[in-house]
Nanobody
């Protein structure tokens, strides 16, 4: 499933950003409601880490402790789009952000989106 991300950029601490991720293709159109889609982030020299996820079918969400209360994952099912609304951003949130399935078997990773938060 192709995943096309947009959004991100640079912001000062305390600011907000929104990331988007469009999933396309017949496979997603057929089985998307069965997927849990998620956002991950990767700091330089580190492994990707889980940020937040949403069940495409019932909308249930879960978040890492580090972003809970500040980040919101949502979907626009009509547009097959996954969103990550980030607020109260901190310099520690600076990373490359990715979307993918929150599952053992994942889609091909995209290039990610850089988010830079300055103090």
């Amino acid at each position: 499933v192709p995943l096309v991300q947009s959004g991100g950029g640079s912001v000062q601490a305390g600011g907000s950003l929104r990331l988007s991720c469009v999933a396309s293709g017949d496979r997603f159109n057929r089985y998307g409601s069965m997927y849990t889609m998620a956002w991950f982030r990767q700091f330089p020299g580190a492994e990707r880490e889980f940020v937040g996820a949403i069940n495409w079918g019932d909308g249930r969400t879960e978040y890492s402790d580090s972003v809970k209360g500040r980040f919101t994952v949502s979907t626009d099912k009509a547009r097959n789009t996954l969103y990550l609304e980030m607020s109260s951003l901190k310099p520690d949130d600076t990373a490359v952000y990715y979307c993918n399935r929150n599952a053992k078997i994942q889609f091909t990773w995209g290039r990610g989106t850089q988010v830079t938060v300055s103090s």
